[in-house]
């Protein structure tokens, strides 16, 4: 008897590169976010230079 549905296969264990690439999706936001409230910081500070950097 056959069934509509498709066999599902074990889940392999993928390659630390293929894990990479699926998070940089994911990074790329993150670091834009942070870039973006940094920025919002220092035009609402007027300072442009980080007190950790002095």
Do not use: C, Q
Not at 3 to 15: A, F, G, V
Not at 29 to 49: E, F, K, R, W
Request: hydrophobic content about 45%; aromatic content about 6%; proline content about 6%.
């Amino acid at each position: 008897m056959h069934s509509d549905h498709p066999e599902t296969h074990p889940h392999k264990n993928r390659h630390i590169a293929e894990r990479f690439e699926g998070m940089l999706g994911k990074v790329m936001v993150v670091a834009v976010v942070l870039l973006a409230i940094g920025a919002i910081y220092m035009v609402m500070t007027g300072d442009s230079t980080p007190s950790w950097m002095r």
